[in-house]
């Protein structure tokens, strides 16, 4: 058994391997500041390290920014803008399965 990918854009039809590349994920820990909200993002920053991935994690800690995702209890972690935890602080090994599903 196969699997064909096929990727053309309106330009090219033709696949261009040579500049295919994959997107970085996008890691955003929302908290204003607090312990627990620290404590998330050295986690994260942690797992991603232990993973390997390549990420960019950056902390959110507007209000405002933190409540367009709908996370009224902080922390919370959000992965490509999916949010996956709130309100508590998962473990590293918990955050690592988190980035790798």
Known sequence: ?????????KKDKHMDLENLKLAKMEIKVLGTGCAKCKSLEKATREAVEKAGIDATVTKVEDIVEIMQFGVMTTPA???DGEVVVKGKVPSVSEITKLLTK
């Open 77 to 79: 972690l959000v992965i």
């Open 1 to 9: 058994m196969f699997v064909v990918l096929r990727i053309a854009n």
